[in-house]
């Protein structure tokens, strides 16, 4: 069961005071700091951020209830509100205003990392005036207006800032808005509905995400994931808006996984009552005191703890049973290697071992992510080598994601492992094998030669000689000097490799040397010096080469024949055996066996 | 059996050369004096009176025993005389296969009503071809009927004598002997030139198949006649693609060529999304008598011994082999399934592969009729081309070039089987042909060219040229050709 929550806690949670009577507990977005302020300050202001270099504490007067404080970014400036309307800073400085805008706002929200503001407007408060701040400017976006489930009468404000959260989605900003059940729709449950805020242009309705419950929500987002979490049952539900649901213009979701709690997770009680060795204790999960911040933050005020909603990508595998849809959710995820390369291990060994299909639909889908990397790198190299005159900055290096999965990560951790795997019917380990190369080549991604390696390996273990001379007929299997060598050494098992790897160093044209040793060896003499001849390197080679190769063969005539070549060749190349090679012994065995005068004259002189 | 070809003059009659007999015996079976009877197994033509064939037989084991003095393994293979030659093969130990074929010869009338004169022409008979084809004879006896020895342990002689006289009454009436030439002792494969990625299409469709339908064993992918992929060993493969391009292919091809309202054509089922059909079983699924029964065939004989349906399928010029263990009944229920898992797919593959097969012919450029003829055989995958024979037909295979030419490239291949090492022959015809013979490695390659006046040197250096031109004009396909004809100066 422990396997099956796929949403935790950070491990390292903010720690600070808990909210009490007198020690008020405040967070400030745009810096992710929580203050803990004792005593409205008097007795001290502890400020925690997500990392160290951000915390700080200091001391202020008490001066009334602190309503809310933050620093400035950077932590310059400090401003305490105090009463609705006057912000204090503690240091004096002064204001400038720079712009102004004139409207009727129910309430706002501002979005720290996309620096945009939005305002609620009109009676009902369902009209979104959107204002995008960009160094000292502010520009007014286009407004919108929020679908309201039912319109009341007599008009009344409707739409609470509870409802909407602003976040950032595959780039994208979105209005989220949560849109609760209505008895007067027929609509089954509550839905979390996108509004999509493009920098420019009107802001449109894209997606629906399906609750298919009723109750009190919040709303997170993790790694691109939406991230709904229901009090009543404790549970929440996780949603990919890229995960395409075949339902007309606008994207319905259902949610990708079954609704499950997040981890358990256990506190270490701290404070004068607590023993060092005392058990940490369950923490209470998805209690009112939370408060849920975006992205990706929950804060427990009566605990004192701040963390970081985490997706934990292992238990999917269980989950999601549609293989395909599985690799779709996680190839969009962060951390997914070595999750993905265990569905593949899984997928080919495991107990529920999935159809070729299957197979064959997850190695299109890495191989596309891969084909993709692999383009944009090309192009990125192509563009650098261009010179940076051309379209210098729009040429950033492509970042590898976790999503790459290239040849050597599946050889590596899925492939090797897979075909040395005993019980596995060896036909199903060649096709899947094939199923990877066919995969490659249709996004045509060069196969590197481990991976014919591994196929020839398989083949041979089992005797399938046949099928691995198909293969090569065919060329399904990638000339290279590797795997001609690898084909020569099978010869004394399957003779016709020997023919094969001669065909395949031909073929490479740069193979040469290997093919008059691999002939010589042979004891082909004739035939090597065919080919030598064929390529016009025979003024080049070495004679003494070939005059040995054919003294051990015990043929007189083959030698003589061979001598005879070199002696022409080296006439007319004005050159003598002594001075090319070593040859002394072979010119004595031609006298003795030929006679004086059977040597030519020149050769002799 | 006797077809007279009219030759040069009105007189005289030309006749191709013919089966006279063909045997099979056991001289085991009969060892003692009286019972010479028992050992014979069958005999063609069974009108031949009981004694002669005795002697016949008698004979052959003469022959045999006698020779065998001289060499122990390797006894005699054939024998000549003016009127005849017979070819002994044993085929299983003891088992032994005769075939005696009547030499071609010419009957020249004489004047004043006197009997024509007869001229035996007995050195137009190339042993090697013919010897091939009384061991093709058993192959393909053994591929439909497993071994001899096999059905004599099953069932005494008298099991074995059912099956010959089953088998052989109908295979010798397809032997055409006078069409039997170079292509018979190759025993050739012809493959489908095919690029990288439909090639590996196809590997995916039947490993894909083959774990859907789990019942099937091994499978075969032919295009066109031409084999893609065959999941059986190289021999096995070998003998079933000579029965399915040489008898079930043509029977089928007929119904396709046949017009849309020809009584030939097969019934299409109203189900148009797919063009697949069954070539052996029920020729129409939607037939309630349908037939769900497969030849048998018999594979792995050396050592696994395997008996298996064989179910051929076929959409469009796309046609596969499935084989399923004997021992399993294959019933409607399958045939469906394998036709609606298959024929849709099949189809897909079939045009895919027809329009890859254009796409690569217009790369390597318009068809140009060649200057020359060859004929390509490759030991090593049994890859066979050959320009000179036309489409096989049920009938005969159908040559496009002279008699006495196709002599010679018999001839230059019992040359080249004599001895190991490459050789390269060039044989001037008596008509204006050159005839030229390369061996590389484990590589035969004949070209006839036809260059009046052209001397031994020209046509050296025409063959030379002829590889580079071979080499650009398959370029595109990837077949073993261009690899020989790149790799036959080695």
């Not at chain 1, 379209?391 to 999965?405: E, F, N």
């Not at chain 2, 090492?421 to 005839?435: L, S």
Request: charged share 20%.
């Amino acid at each position: 069961m422990s396997d099956e929550y796929y949403l935790e806690l950070s491990e390292n949670p903010v720690q600070f005071e808990n909210a009490s009577s007198v020690n008020n507990v405040f967070f400030d977005e745009a810096n992710k700091q929580v203050f803990a302020v004792r005593s409205g300050g008097a007795t001290g202001v502890v400020v925690k951020g997500p990392d160290d270099k951000s915390s700080v504490a200091f001391r202020m007067d008490d001066k009334g209830e602190v309503k809310c404080i933050k620093f400035s970014l950077g932590n310059k400036i400090l401003a305490v509100q105090r009463t609705t309307k006057s912000v204090v800073l503690p240091d004096k400085r002064t204001l400038k205003l720079l712009k102004s805008q004139s409207i009727n706002v129910n309430w706002y929200m501002y979005c720290p990392e996309t620096a945009v503001l939005l305002l609620s407007t009109t009676v009902q408060g369902n009209v979104l005036q959107p204002f995008a701040f960009k160094s000292a400017t502010v520009s007014k976006m286009s407004k919108f207006e929020i679908e309201l489930p039912a319109v009341p009468k007599p008009a009344k404000l409707s739409l609470s800032e509870r409802d909407i959260a602003v976040a950032t989605i595959y780039d994208q900003l979105y209005v989220m808005y949560l849109k609760h059940h209505s008895r007067s729709t027929n609509s089954p449950g509550a839905e979390v509905v996108l509004y999509h805020l493009p920098r420019e242009g009107t802001c449109r309705k894209t997606h629906v995400l399906k609750l298919n419950t009723t109750g009190k929500f919040a709303l997170n987002v993790v790694d691109n994931l939406v991230v709904v979490h229901h009090q009543s049952s404790q549970t929440s539900l996780i949603y990919d808006i890229k995960l395409r649901e075949l339902d007309g213009a606008l994207n319905v979701h259902q949610p990708v996984l079954p609704a499950r709690s997040i981890n358990p997770y256990k506190i270490h009680l701290t404070g004068p009552a607590a023993a060092p060795s005392q058990a940490p204790v369950p923490c209470e999960l998805y209690s009112s005191s939370w408060s849920v911040f975006q992205p990706d933050i929950i804060i427990s005020a009566s605990e004192g703890y701040l963390w970081y909603l985490q997706v934990k990508l292992q238990p999917t595998l269980n989950l999601l049973q549609d293989k395909g849809k599985l690799m779709d959710f996680l190839l969009r995820r962060r951390d997914c290697k070595m999750v993905i390369l265990s569905v593949c291990s899984q997928m080919l060994t495991g107990g529920d071992k999935g159809n070729l299909s299957v197979v064959a639909t997850v190695f299109d889908k890495l191989n596309q992510v891969y084909k993709e990397y692999l383009d944009a790198e090309q192009a990125y190299t192509a563009a650098m080598e261009s010179g940076p005159s051309r379209s210098s900055t729009s040429y950033k290096r492509p970042v590898r994601t976790q999503a790459v999965i290239d040849q050597s990560d599946m050889y590596t951790h899925v492939l090797s492992d897979f075909t040395e795997k005993k019980g596995v019917k060896h036909k199903f380990i060649i096709a899947v094998l094939m199923e990877y190369i066919r995969s490659l080549n249709q996004f045509q991604i060069p196969v590197q030669h481990y991976l014919y390696e591994l196929v020839i390996k398989t083949l041979v273990q089992h005797n399938l000689f046949y099928m691995l001379h198909q293969f090569l007929q065919y060329h399904v299997l990638s000339d290279s000097k590797p795997l001609a060598c690898l084909l020569l050494s099978l010869e004394s098992t399957y003779p016709p490799a020997h023919q094969l790897s001669l065909d395949m160093l031909k073929r490479l044209s740069t193979a040469n040397d290997e093919i008059v040793e691999v002939l010589l060896s042979k004891q082909q003499v004739l035939g090597a010096l065919r080919f030598i001849r064929s390529v016009g390197a025979h003024d080049n080679v070495s004679a003494r080469k070939f005059l040995d190769a054919a003294r051990q063969t015990n043929d007189t005539m083959l030698f003589y024949t061979i001598f005879r070549f070199f002696e022409q060749r080296n006439m007319r190349l004005n050159t003598l055996f002594t001075l090319i090679g070593h040859c002394e012994e072979h010119v004595a065995y031609f006298k003795q066996v030929f006679g004086e005068n059977a040597l030519m004259k020149q050769a002799t002189a | 059996l006797i077809s007279p070809r009219m030759a040069s003059g009105m007189q005289e009659k030309q006749y191709t050369p013919s089966l006279l007999s063909f045997f099979i015996y056991n001289p085991k079976f009969g060892p003692r004096e009286g019972e010479e009877e028992k050992k014979i197994l069958f005999y063609h033509p069974i009108e031949i009176e009981k004694n002669e064939k005795i002697r016949n037989v008698g004979l052959c084991e003469a022959i045999v025993q006698f020779t065998r003095t001289f060499s122990p393994t390797n006894p005699a293979k054939s024998l000549h005389t003016q009127k005849n030659r017979q070819f002994f093969h044993e085929a299983e130990e003891n088992y032994w296969m005769v075939m005696v074929v009547r030499n071609p010869m010419v009957e020249k009338p004489n004047k004043d009503g006197k009997p024509p004169t007869v001229e035996y022409q007995e050195e137009e008979i190339i042993d090697s071809v013919y010897g091939s084809v009384l061991q093709q004879c058993y192959c393909m006896y053994k591929l439909f009927n497993g071994t001899f020895s096999r059905a004599f342990e099953a069932g005494g002689v008298e099991l074995l004598t059912q099956k010959l006289e089953k088998f052989f009454y109908r295979y010798l009436q397809t032997l055409h002997l006078q069409s039997c030439d170079l292509l018979d002792v190759f025993g050739g494969i012809s493959f489908f030139p095919l690029d990288k990625m439909t090639y590996l299409k196809i590997q995916s469709f039947v490993n894909r198949v083959e774990e859907s339908l789990s019942l099937v064993k091994y499978t075969a992918f032919l295009y066109n006649d031409q084999l893609i992929w065959s999941g059986l060993e190289q021999d096995d493969m070998r003998i079933l693609y000579k029965y399915l391009t040489t008898s079930l292919f043509p029977r089928h091809s007929e119904p396709e060529l046949a017009g849309r309202d020809s009584p030939l054509r097969p019934e299409v089922a109203g189900n148009l999304l797919h063009y697949g059909r069954f070539l052996t079983g029920p020729a129409n699924l939607k037939d309630p008598d349908a037939k769900f029964r497969f030849p048998r065939i018999f594979v792995n004989t050396e050592d696994s011994y395997e008996e298996l349906h064989l179910i051929v399928y076929k959409a469009m010029t796309a046609a596969v082999c499935f084989m399923v263990n004997a021992a399993v009944d294959l019933n409607r229920e399958f045939c469906e399934q394998l036709d609606s898992l298959v024929g849709p797919q099949l189809t897909l593959l079939a045009s895919d592969i027809c329009e890859q097969f254009n796409i690569n012919r217009r790369i390597s450029g318009p068809e140009k009729e060649p200057q020359f003829k060859f004929i390509y055989f490759n030991h090593m995958n049994l890859a066979e081309k050959s320009t000179i024979h036309m489409r096989k037909t049920a009938s005969v295979s159908l040559t496009s070039v002279h008699p006495d030419l196709m002599k010679i490239l018999g001839d230059i291949n019992c040359d080249f089987a004599r001895v190991n090492e490459d050789e390269e022959i060039i044989v001037k015809a008596m008509t204006d042909y050159w005839v030229v013979g390369k061996k590389s490695d484990q590589r035969e390659l004949y070209v006839i060219l036809n260059q009046k006046n052209a001397n031994l040197i020209e046509v050296n250096e025409e063959v030379k040229r002829l590889d580079m031109m071979g080499m650009d004009y398959f370029t595109t396909l990837k077949l073993s050709i261009v690899q020989v004809l790149l790799t036959a100066s080695v």
